[in-house]
């Protein structure tokens, strides 16, 4: 397959800082649409697969899967979308499309392996995928999002994973109006299941452990704030919510949120990987038929539900726009929470 040089962001070793590359992309087959990047968003897993946290990672990489951008050419087949149209991607670009979660629109579930829009394996090139971190991408239309034309195409880019990995446990939880909602953390995640959360009705709580968000957290749409380390605070909501969203993205106690789920409640994991400490205490699970679960992202159907559900009540992001030199120093912010509340990279500074 001809392939097409174009300038990334990316890195070579775990040791490395990102630096300017080059890599290759397929030229456009008939059911491909190649898009002009102008705004990636900067996700936590971008961080942790360029230092190979997770230890899976092929090299070089090139991060990014919260892609927005225009249109510039579309293969024989596409029907969907044109040539100007504005356009994103998320964490997805391939899936079997067979399976029996395919079929059912959960590509993100794909029992055959979904191909990430970067670590994954390009079937086309046969080599890695690589992100959004660069000048263009080409994907199968399937997979290419359209994006409402009223909302800040910047402060979209992070609803492609920090919006959808929200959207998806509250739309499988069925969360509407009177659905009393609670949020642990108030970071990329959190402030987004706030925002959406809130844009179906829900009344809706934050968990924090200390004192001094409740300024932010009733800006972006909050009911309330509780101080889970506050024993009469978390006494006053014993038994009041319907679902829970953990966002924290690091080992912690799960135990102290449980005793607040209502009968048949939820606390649903979406922002941590691995293993929970201390031990989960089933008595209060039992005793009201409460759950612990988890999630990951949306699928593309889903997806493009949460775009148009974002771009009919405007909602985005909340963002701080980087260029894309300033990447290596917003990875270290990042890691000292230092930023309001996800970062966007402006692609037009890579040209």
Request: hydrophobic share 40%; net charge negative; with cysteine.
């Amino acid at each position: 397959m001809k392939t097409t040089n174009v300038k990334a962001f990316g890195t070579k070793a775990a040791d490395a800082p990102l630096n300017e590359m080059t890599i290759a992309r397929r030229e456009v087959s008939a059911k491909d649409i190649e898009i002009e990047i102008m705004y990636c968003g900067v996700c936590h897993s971008d961080l942790h697969f360029a230092k190979n946290d997770w230890g899976i990672t092929t090299y070089p990489v090139v991060p990014g899967h919260e892609i927005v951008g225009k249109i510039t050419n579309v293969g024989s087949a596409v029907t969907h979308l044109k040539v100007g149209d504005f356009a994103a991607v998320g964490c997805l670009v391939d899936s079997c499309r067979s399976c029996s979660s395919c079929e059912k629109d959960l590509e993100q579930y794909c029992l055959n392996g979904w191909v990430g829009t970067y670590g994954g394996y390009d079937k086309h090139l046969n080599q890695p995928t690589h992100g959004g971190y660069s000048e263009k991408i080409v994907v199968d239309e399937h997979f290419v999002l359209k994006v409402p034309s009223n909302l800040d195409l910047a402060a979209v880019a992070p609803l492609l994973c920090a919006g959808i990995t929200t959207w998806s446990p509250l739309r499988h939880w069925k969360v509407g109006k009177g659905s009393k909602v609670a949020v642990v953390g108030l970071g990329g995640l959190g402030h987004m299941a706030i925002k959406l959360a809130k844009g179906l009705g829900a009344e809706v709580t934050l968990f924090s452990r200390t004192p001094g968000k409740e300024k932010d957290a009733l800006s972006l749409g909050a009911d309330a704030v509780i101080i889970s380390t506050d024993e009469k605070q978390m006494g006053s909501v014993n038994g009041k919510f319907d679902l829970i969203i953990d966002t924290v993205p690091y080992i912690h106690d799960v135990n102290p949120y449980i005793g607040s789920l209502t009968i048949d409640g939820t606390l649903v994991l979406v922002g941590y990987l691995g293993g929970l400490e201390p031990i989960l205490n089933t008595v209060p699970m039992i005793m009201g038929r409460k759950s612990v679960s988890a999630s990951l992202i949306g699928g593309i159907a889903e997806t493009q539900e949460m775009l148009d559900f974002c771009g009919k009540h405007n909602i985005v992001s909340e963002i701080e726009i980087i260029k894309m030199q300033d990447i290596n120093v917003a990875y270290e912010r990042m890691l000292k929470s230092d930023v309001r509340y996800r970062f966007v990279i402006d692609m037009a500074s890579l040209k």
